[in-house]
């Protein structure tokens, strides 16, 4: 199991088995004054062995600034049925897409901190972002 990917974005859907993002791929959000509301979607993209398929695994994805002071912690499971077709020993992709608007009170550095998996198969992405204050309209 490895996390393949992981992003941004101001809202993520998973349809069909494909991921949709608007406003994807960011790391620092302008916003007019503290405390401000966000639009925070997380995609996650984790490829899944042969052995894992049909496995249930544990998924948190925490919301913290850079002090590590928690706003947000959603825990889910993701898997990934045998797909028709599949070779055997072939691997799989599990998608993921959680939107969380956030309120968060004060400019400054933030991350996404997302672990999969438990014990000796547990993978790790951190997603550093910024809130900075919107320059003024000339």
């Known amino acids: 199991m490895n ?3 992981a992003v941004l974005a101001d809202y993520a859907e998973l349809v069909a088995g494909k991921l949709y993002l608007m406003g ?3 790391d620092t959000s302008n916003v007019a004054e503290a405390p401000a509301g966000v639009r925070c979607a997380v ?22 600034d850079d002090d590590g ?3 947000v912690r959603l825990a889910a ?19 993921l897409a959680a939107n969380m608007p956030l309120t ?22 951190s997603l550093p972002f910024r809130i900075v204050q919107r320059p003024p309209q000339a």
């Not at 995609?43 to 913290?64: K, T, Y």
């Not at 499971?77 to 998608?95: D, F, H, I, K, R």
């Open 77 to 95: 499971e993701m898997s990934v049925g045998q797909a028709p077709n599949l070779p055997p020993g072939s691997s799989q992709l599990s998608q």
């Open 104 to 125: 968060l009170p004060k400019l400054g550095g933030y991350r996404v901190h997302i672990t999969v998996g438990s014990e000796a198969a547990l993978q790790e992405r």
């Open 69 to 71: 002071q928690e706003f």
């Open 24 to 26: 994807g791929g960011w």
């Open 3 to 5: 996390i393949e990917y």
């Open 43 to 64: 995609a996650v993209g984790v490829r899944m062995a042969w052995e894992d398929i049909g496995v249930r695994v544990p998924v948190v994805i925490v919301v913290e």
